[in-house]
């Protein structure tokens, strides 16, 4: 196959296919469809390669919490703007010589086609920005949470309103449909994406605390929303609507992903970041 028709309910729109259609990839970002899966968009090779290039990398930290694990690259979440910028930029040749120490890499691959198609509709692709400095992007990142969940149900939005980070690009973002990319390159038993039809409002975030962080939220409340769960292999590409409510199910064994989060800031640009 090198597209399918969306598989639909009432709530979801979900497309997969063995090749890169960067107009799905749009789709998502304009909130027309939850999720797109590119499925093998990496080999079994260039996963490996890139598992060792993360797993020998002297730049891989420590993060603990609700998202234990290791990662190389930097969050903005819950940092001031110098703090995050200065972090990028320390991190920044670390993550992109993790990055670069494949033989070949799907994630560069992947980018070049993304700005490529995109500048054809006249819309930049770029890192977000704030008074000249970038951010940083992509994130690699492995998780080892246990439990119901190695990634607990939160969702993208709500964090990019932080106040201590007014007047970076990514508060003009489109609010109703953030992007997540993710190139999976390990995932154990279980680790599945699971997506719940609900986008929190703002008495809901003042009401369990999540104003400026997006979650977590607790399993009871995530639990009266329709759910999908999606399998997620190594190798595959997949962005999806991470303004909605979403987690990781629980995993035996090692996940690890490379991610983005990306989203119309403009109607001529589409902004990335971690």
């Given at each position: 196959m090198s597209r399918l028709d969306p598989i639909s309910t009432d709530r979801f729109r979900i497309v997969e296919s063995d090749k890169l259609d960067i107009?799905?990839?749009?789709?998502?970002?304009?909130?027309?469809?939850?999720?797109?899966?590119?499925?093998?968009?990496?080999?079994?090779?260039?996963?490996q390669?890139?598992?060792?290039?993360?797993?020998?990398?002297?730049?891989?930290?420590?993060?603990?919490?609700?998202?234990?694990?290791?990662?190389?690259g930097s969050f903005h979440w819950g940092k001031d703007l110098d703090d995050y910028f200065d972090d990028c930029d320390a991190i920044r040749a670390g993550l992109e010589l993790t990055l670069g120490r494949a033989s070949t890499s799907p994630w560069h691959r992947f980018e070049q086609q993304l700005v490529g198609e995109m500048a054809v509709r006249d819309v930049e692709v770029g890192r977000a920005v704030h008074n000249g400095r970038r951010a940083c992007a992509p994130i690699i990142r492995s998780w080892n949470g246990v439990g119901r969940f190695a990634l607990i149900p939160h969702e993208d939005i709500a964090q990019c309103s932080d106040p201590r980070q007014?007047?970076?690009?990514?508060?003009?973002?489109?609010?109703?449909?953030?992007?997540?990319?993710?190139?999976?390159?390990?995932?154990?038993?279980?680790?599945?994406?699971?997506?719940?039809?609900?986008?929190?409002?703002?008495?809901?975030?003042?009401?369990?605390?999540?104003?400026?962080?997006?979650?977590?939220?607790?399993?009871?409340?995530?639990?009266?929303?329709?759910?999908?769960?999606?399998?997620?292999?190594p190798g595959d590409l997949y962005v999806f609507n991470g303004s909605m409510i979403h987690a990781v199910t629980g995993v035996s064994g090692e996940r690890v992903t490379i991610s983005s989060l990306i989203g119309y800031v403009s109607p001529s640009k589409v902004a990335m970041w971690t």
């Open positions: 107009s799905l990839i749009d789709g998502v970002l304009k909130g027309e469809l939850t999720c797109v899966v590119v499925r093998q968009f990496a080999t079994t090779q260039e996963c390669e890139l598992l060792f290039a993360f797993r020998s990398s002297t730049s891989r930290r420590q993060r603990a919490g609700d998202a234990t694990g290791e990662y190389v007014a007047g970076f690009e990514i508060q003009s973002v489109e609010p109703s449909a953030v992007g997540s990319i993710n190139l999976c390159l390990a995932n154990g038993d279980g680790g599945r994406l699971l997506l719940w039809q609900h986008f929190p409002t703002e008495k809901e975030r003042e009401r369990f605390g999540t104003t400026y962080t997006g979650g977590p939220y607790p399993a009871e409340y995530v639990q009266e929303f329709p759910s999908l769960e999606l399998d997620v292999k």
